[in-house]
């Protein structure tokens, strides 16, 4: 970015002119002293060779001014191999850093450089060291009267803690170790204060999944249960959230993290590794982080992102040609402003779209705009400056088609990226932070915009060192606190870029870990299944919120440099919709025997859902209509509804032509006619009896019949020979018993009507079954009295 010292013939104001001269003069003299006091043996050590480690873990005030007390404290670290004798801890003021980028320079240097470094405050403001042991850090403390430092003129001052002693090898008195810093110095209010924008991203990575739980309440399941650990008391999004209600900042947030915490406070599932899942432990520490939000931000501005915050350029480089990935952003923008008004009961703005790291290209800015939002969060290292002003512009100006470009400081933004844990570190960015910012400031008397957009999603320490600069910013004479919709309608500088860059600039590192033109086919197909699992459900809320939030978690930015995860979480929404889908299904049947002309088929269609689906068609068709008819055709079709957790048998009613086996196939459709399931198939035999079969089978029975009457009356003819014969031989010999009293005893007029005679029984056995002679013995005697002839 254009700095004003970098132009010649910049001309800054009068008295400022006077004091820059007067700075020059009074830095430009401790130098000379110090290359005329430097020894003949003084060491040229090479960069990161000073064998001291001096570290600054705190320097307050951080901007000070008059009547303030500067402290610094830290500690120093031999780490060479012999004891650092007769050591001091000082203080040295350097040069008046007027540009930025001088500021870059004095911060990549790290040993001490004799002359650029300044000269030492010294007098009572040090701290003495008789011996420094090597790898013992002894910690320091000094503290000095800004007035004793002599600072001149308004700006940015590098401040030096360096150690001075000596060592067996070289004994006499050398800087040993240094660390450099900045010290802010703007006494009064400056004539125009800068109007800063600091954003205060609420973000965090994908947490729940599709998968809900069985029964009417449909508890949420979480891929694991870190938002708990995240949102409890010490951890990562508690304290943005403790740090940023005191800031004047404004609010970044992604609605999924709301709607995530939200669905935590019931009850919610957790997935287990075996596919199972346990009951989730968040539920007091969602409701309480919940409450604290609500009042954190009331009377803030709040931004919504879209909702699982999409990835807008991997969108616009990869998934703008796949089918519906763009109707899968605008859903996530238009649901993104019902999540925040329905949980945190504020209306937030739905107008800004914030690509990865602020890079754009023009494919990024008409994604960014076609769902809606009409100003793009941009970063200064991609939208550069090429023209000729010397001061960094304002952050809002038109990039065409109605769009705003509010474009973000660079140096700012990425001032807390890196490990802030360590002390040293967080006190260095805090420092250089606000030189940056004020230096900034005194470019021009110019009234001014900046936008500070940080890392989406910063750790708890780089949080805190965030609130720590942005607390001290706030307090500064040179800047006051705006919200982003202000700056971004601040009226733009003539002068500064509007060129959105091509495509080709697009920086290589972020490209690589875009999402691939894979994953939004993925999705897409993900999407055609539910379209086609849903029309069948008589509730489709049911599936439609879950796997809807599901797609939009799928394109989130947090999968970046997590395409392994990535790519697990979308086989894990689509396979857990398959699993859904699978619960509407036809039963396996086996062979089916068929005998006649015509017979009914059952199919059965079994629903293991919770909810009842209809408008699904059954449709069974005879592979062979010839042989095999499904109805008049070769396939019919009946609609079908089963309720939830229910079975449903169809009939198909079938006619057969020829005998022999027919393959038959049964596929459940959706009303616009897309195949739902697999198609079941199974043999149907048939066995039909023809006109042929019928006429030989007919005679074969009237045959059947005729030989039973020819036996029945060859059987009545003998019985009435034998009949006859047993007459004839009573009257022709045989004696009556009769014992005189007029009763007979015995003959045979007396035996049980019905019972054959004993002799004839036993000289002639016959048994239905036995055949019977074609012609009978015939006698033409009379019958006997009392005998009975069967006719």
Do not use: C
């Not at 007027?98 to 010294?122: F, Q």
């Not at 309480?288 to 919504?304: F, N, S, T």
């Not at 512009?393 to 509010?406: M, N």
């Not at 054959?756 to 079954?769: I, V």
């Amino acid at each position: 970015m254009a700095e004003a010292a970098d132009f010649p013939g910049l001309t800054p104001p009068p008295a400022r002119r006077w004091f820059r001269r007067a700075g020059v003069l009074l830095t430009g003299a401790p130098l000379l002293a110090g290359l005329l006091q430097l020894p003949a043996g003084q060491p040229a050590y090479a960069a990161g060779s000073d064998p001291v480690v001096v570290s600054v873990n705190s320097l307050t005030p951080s901007a000070p001014t008059d009547g303030d007390t500067l402290t610094v404290s830290g500690t120093v670290t031999n780490k060479g191999k012999r004891a650092v004798t007769d050591a001091h801890v000082d203080l040295r003021v350097g040069q008046l850093l007027t540009t930025r980028s001088g500021i870059d320079d004095v911060a990549a240097r790290t040993d001490y450089a004799p002359g650029a470094d300044g000269t030492e405050v010294g007098g009572q403001y040090v701290e003495k060291f008789s011996k420094l042991t090597p790898g013992v850090a002894q910690p320091f403390m000094i503290s000095v009267p800004v007035d004793k430092l002599d600072l001149g003129q308004d700006g940015v001052y590098q401040i030096g803690v360096s150690l001075s002693g000596e060592t067996s090898a070289e004994p006499y008195e050398q800087v040993l170790g240094i660390q450099r810093t900045f010290l802010p110095w703007q006494p009064e209010e400056a004539d125009t204060r800068t109007r800063t924008t600091y954003l205060w991203p609420l973000i965090s990575t994908v947490r729940m999944t599709a998968e809900t739980g069985p029964g009417e309440q449909q508890t949420p399941v979480f891929l694991n249960d870190d938002l708990a650990s995240e949102i409890a008391p010490g951890g990562r999004l508690q304290q943005i959230l403790s740090l940023g209600k005191d800031l004047d900042v404004t609010w970044v947030i992604d609605p999924d993290l709301l709607a995530s915490v939200d669905a935590m406070i019931d009850s919610y599932g957790v997935q287990g590794s075996d596919g199972t899942s346990t009951p989730g432990t968040g539920q007091a520490v969602a409701k309480q982080w919940l409450a604290e939000l609500q009042d954190a931000v009331e009377g803030k501005e709040i931004v919504a992102l879209p909702f699982a915050d999409p990835d807008l350029a991997s969108i616009a480089h990869n998934g703008k040609n796949v089918t519906g990935t763009l109707s899968h952003l605008k859903s996530a923008t238009d649901v993104a402003a019902r999540t925040v008004e329905t949980i945190l009961h504020v209306t937030p703005s739905t107008d800004f779209a914030w690509p990865v790291n602020g890079a754009i290209d023009p494919s990024i800015v008409k994604i960014a705009t076609s769902a809606g939002a009409d100003k793009v969060i941009a970063r200064s290292d991609s939208l550069k400056e090429t023209g000729d002003l010397p001061y960094t512009p304002s952050a809002a100006r038109p990039i065409g088609g109605g769009t705003t470009a509010v474009v973000a400081d660079t140096r700012l933004s990425t001032a807390f990226q890196g490990d802030m844990t360590i002390a040293a570190k967080s006190t260095l960015a805090v420092q250089k932070f606000l030189a940056q910012s004020l230096t900034g400031t005194l470019q021009t008397d110019k009234q001014r915009t900046v936008v500070v957009a940080p890392q989406r999603m910063p750790s708890a320490s780089q949080a805190q060192t965030m609130a720590e600069a942005i607390t001290a910013l706030q307090n500064a004479n040179w800047s006051q606190g705006q919200e982003l919709t202000a700056t971004a309608d601040t009226k733009p500088d003539p002068g500064a870029t509007t060129k959105v860059p091509s495509a080709s600039s697009y920086p290589a590192s972020l490209r690589r870990h875009q999402l691939p033109q894979s994953a939004f086919a993925q999705i897409a197909t993900t999407q055609d299944k539910l379209d086609n699992f849903k029309v069948i459900l008589t509730d489709q809320t049911r599936v439609e919120t879950p796997f809807g939030r599901a797609i939009n978690r799928e394109m989130a930015t947090s999968w970046r440099g997590r395409s392994s995860a990535a790519d697990s979480f979308r086989r894990g929404v689509e396979s857990y919709l398959d699993e859904l889908t699978d619960q509407v299904k036809l039963i396996e049947k086996s062979e089916t025997k068929l005998s006649g002309g015509s017979a009914t088929i059952p199919v059965t269609v079994q629903n293991n859902l919770v909810q009842p689906v209809d408008d699904l068609v059954l449709r069974v068709t005879s592979t062979n209509p010839t042989r095999l008819k499904i109805g008049d055709e070769d396939y019919q079709e009946q609609p079908v509804a089963v309720s939830g957790g229910h079975s449903q048998s169809v009939k198909f009613t079938t006619s057969s032509n020829a005998n022999g086996p027919v393959t038959v196939i049964a596929q459940l459709y959706t009303k616009d006619g897309q195949k739902y399931g697999p198609a079941v198939s199974f043999d149907v035999r048939v066995t039909e009896f023809t006109a042929m079969v019928m006429l030989v089978i007919g005679g074969g029975f009237l045959l059947l019949v005729l030989a039973g009457l020819r036996m029945y009356t060859q059987r009545k003819r003998a019985a009435a020979r034998r009949s006859e014969e047993s007459g004839n031989g009573h009257e022709d010999g045989d004696t009556d018993e009769s014992d005189g009293t007029g009763e007979n005893h015995g003959g045979p007029d007396h035996r049980p009507q019905g019972e054959s005679d004993p002799a004839f029984r036993t000289g002639a056995p016959e048994q239905p079954s036995d055949p019977t002679p074609d012609t009978a013995p015939e006698s033409n005697d009379p019958s006997g009295t009392g005998e009975r002839v069967d006719r």
